[in-house]
C-alpha cells in the first residue's frame, strides 16, 4: 500500500491537472458559443446552396463541362479538415478514418489539409500533402475558401485529379458531431432527380451554360466549403469541451478515491501509533 506521503503528492498532482482541465473547458465553452452562432447562422445558406445546385444540374440535361464529369487522371484529391491542436476526444481521429477508411489507396490521394493533427497523421502513414493550409482553421474566411477551391479547381480543369472531396465534422448540435466524406465534383445528382426533372422543364442559361458554369461551380464549392471550415470549428470546440468536462469529472473521481485511501492510511498510522503506546504502558507496569 502507498505511504500517506505519495498519496498526498499525487492527489495534490491530480489537483493541478484539474485546474488546468477545468480552465480549458472554460475557454471550450466561450469559444462554443462564438462558433455555434456563426454555424446555425450559416448552415442554412449553406444548405440551400447545395441542394440548389444538384436541382438545378438536375434540369440541365447533358452538358459538356469539365465541372461535371470525371476528369481521366485516376487522383483524387481531399481537402481534409482537422484541427491544429489536440485534447478534443475523438474529434481529430474520426476525421482522419474518414480518409484511411475510404478504400482509396494512399498513392491514389491528394491531400489538401487545414489542420496540423490531420497533416501530421496522414504525412506520417504515407499519404502526399499536395498544399498545408493549417492556418485557415484558427479563424477561417470566405476569402480562404475560395483560395483552396481554385487551386483545386485548377488542377482538376487541368485533369490532373478526377475527383474531388471533402472530409470534415458536421456540426449538428452542441454534443454530436458527424465526421462526413462528402464528394464535390463531379457533382453527384440523384437519378431520380434527373428523371423527374426530364418530365418537367429542363433548366435554360442565359448567357451560355458553360459560361453560367465556370461562374456558378466555383461558387458552389467555396460555399460548402466554408460552410465546412466553419462547422468544423464549432465541432472541435464542442469536442474539446466535453473532453476536458469528462477530464475534470475523472479527475474528482481520482481525487475523492485517493482522499479516501488517505484517510484509511492515516486511521491506520494513528490505530498503530494508540497499540503501540498502550503496549508500551502496559509493559512497565
Known sequence: ????????????????????????????????????????????????????????????????????KPQQSGKKAVIVLT?????????NANVIKLITGSGFEPSDLLLYTVGNKGKEFLQHRGYEIAQDYSEVIENPMFQD????????????????????????????????????????????????????????SLMNYEPEEEEALEVIIPKYMTSILYGALVEAVASEN???????????????????????????????SITQELTEIIAGANAIQ
Open 83 to 91: 484541427s491544429n491542436r489536440g485534447l478534443a476526444g475523438g474529434y
Open 145 to 200: 475558401a475560395k483560395e483552396i477551391c481554385e487551386e483545386v479547381l485548377r488542377k482538376y480543369a487541368a485533369g490532373e485529379i478526377g475527383e474531388i472531396y471533402l472530409a470534415y465534422t458536421y456540426f449538428r448540435n452542441t454534443v454530436v458531431h458527424e465526421p462526413k466524406f462528402l464528394k464535390l465534383l463531379p457533382v453527384e445528382v440523384d437519378e431520380g432527380d434527373i428523371q423527374a426533372a426530364r418530365e418537367n
Open 1 to 68: 500500500m502507498a505511504s500517506m506521503r505519495d498519496i498526498k503528492r499525487r492527489r495534490s498532482s491530480i489537483a493541478s491537472t484539474q485546474q488546468i482541465t477545468n480552465a480549458m473547458k472554460l475557454v471550450s465553452t466561450v469559444k462554443l458559443q462564438k462558433t455555434k452562432a456563426r454555424a446555425e447562422r450559416s448552415k442554412p445558406y449553406f444548405d440551400k446552396m447545395y441542394e440548389t445546385v444538384t436541382s438545378m444540374l438536375a434540369k440541365s440535361g447533358t452538358i459538356d463541362h469539365p465541372y461535371l
Open 238 to 268: 464542442g469536442a474539446r469541451m466535453q473532453a476536458m468536462d469528462s477530464a475534470t469529472s475523472n479527475a474528482q473521481e481520482m481525487i475523492d478515491h485517493l482522499t479516501l485511501q488517505y484517510n484509511r492510511a492515516r486511521q491506520g
